[in-house]
């Protein structure tokens, strides 16, 4: 049994077997044979063996001629290797002895090389595990063949471990099948793990090199409360995750006789809460959970989950699939927040080396410098605007020419569709995303000139702390409870009280319940959350008085550092919910 920690992003149990990304993308079917079938599966292994042979030889011969003598050194290398009678030894003992598959012994064997390779301390062999794996994908291929089973079309349940995941094959994986997972890099808050969110899958990042650890069909738990990935467990570990597993599943059945109970405190003060969605079919799930709206609609993911570029009626026929969820109820469409992690293919060239895409191009900067696209998603939102209580909301806006060179473009959208004669709306709230020091400063100044605020605190954090979401290393300095970004989201309700203009918080933070008292006391009265996370929240919210939070904000206002601030909150958040699973 192996225990390795990261990053909890989405919380939850997932047990099953190991998917490993990377070096084999695809799912080994079947852990053991029967004895009777041992002889034939090591005749089948040698066939394929030689077959993975055949082809080295083959690759490096075109490499001679093609390269020359060094370069097919190469191959020759990859040849001795995948030949090497103890490799072969012993993938055949664990079949003849443990009755492994031939391809479960395969990827155990070659990950145990690759791992002793890593482990030497010498550089230079360290990157020959690199080949190890790639010989691992070559005989896994012969074996698995036709049955190969790939990502987008996984027939089993499995957990998926990789280096990592972008939000756009986060996105892609399929529910019914995909337990849970986790990988190397990534952080808190990163898109991957906002998405791990929304799937509602357990999920742990950050995790650190640990992909040779495990071969593909290992019995793997991932504990996404406690960030804990835990291969080849033991039979006591394995019974005690089953009892946690059970634990969480009677959790979410209690909550759902809340769902369609207000969210009112216990001194009769309503607290409006919102779904945060990626995609227009997340958005009867959040009705379904009892939201009121949706509070986020990250559009973007229209881009990133396509192959060609949405079009306008693209965009149109989304906007009004969320709004026919919540046809009375306000949704508020982020406009694009492409960039940083989230770059479609044809973009990518926008980023030169050495440049920070966190800080470069993207959001609402990109928007205005790509107007053709800027202005579709608008004439898209204008005309949707007619089917229920449409909201734009303008991203990364970090100074007041920005806000007003965004507002410009709309008016003009909104002149061509009246010139054109085309149906559209065109008193639409506007509003703005919270998530740059710069504008939580001139909040008062920004107050003047949109509708509402809606702050979104995991760029918040990481402008404000210079810590990168997406990087574990740093993980330590990423701290929602930091006071620094307390006392901004205080200057920024404040401004919008003394305006008179709503203010939500969209990001991360108003999904952890650990936070959820202190923004009330702070006087946030909208959270838009993750949908599944609705019931749990209002659960909370109905826990509360507004006399209590304020309190809490109080006290929470006089410390110094993030650790005062998350311990104060994990013990308050014990005292209102001791039921919740550990």
Known sequence: MLVKHGIAVSPGVAIGQSMVLGAESFRIPQRFVSVSAVDAEINRFRICLQAVCTEIEENERVARERLGNQYAAIFTAHLMMVQDHRIVDEIELLVRQKCFSPEFAVSR????????????????????ATDIFDLEKRVLRQLLGERREELRNIQAPVLILAHNLTPSETASLDKAYVLGFATEVGGTTSHTAILAGALELPAVVGVGNFLSDVAGA???????????????????????????EQEHRNFSNRLEAIRTLPSVTLDGVAISLYGNIEFPHEAASARQRGGEGIGLYRTEFLYLDASAEPTEEDHYRSYCEVLKAFPDRP???????????????????????????????RSIRLSLQHLDLFRTQLRAIARAACHGDLR????LISTLLELRQAKMILGDVLEDLEEQGITYRREIPVGMMMEVPSAAIMAEQFAREVDFFSIGTNDLIQYTLASDRGDPRIANLYRAGDPAIIRLIQIVVKAG???????????QMSSDPLFVPLLVGLGLRQLSVTPHLIPEIKELIRKLTISKAENLANRVLRMETANDVESFLRGEHRKLSPESPA
């Open 497 to 507: 009280q003394s305006r008179g203009i709503p203010v939500s918080v969209c990001g």
């Open 331 to 361: 949704v508020v469409i982020r406009t694009l927040d492409l960039g940083a992690d989230k770059l479609p293919i044809g973009f990518r060239m926008e980023y030169p080396e050495g440049v920070n895409p966190a800080l470069s191009l």
């Open 109 to 128: 064997v070659f990950r145990q090389y690759a791992k002793k390779f890593q482990n030497l301390g010498v550089p230079y062999l360290a990157e020959r």
């Open 392 to 395: 734009i909301m303008f991203p």
């Open 218 to 244: 290992d019995t793997v738990i991932i504990d996404g409360s406690h960030g804990a990935v835990i291969i080849d467990p033991d039979a006591e570990t394995l019974a005690r995750y089953r009892a946690v």
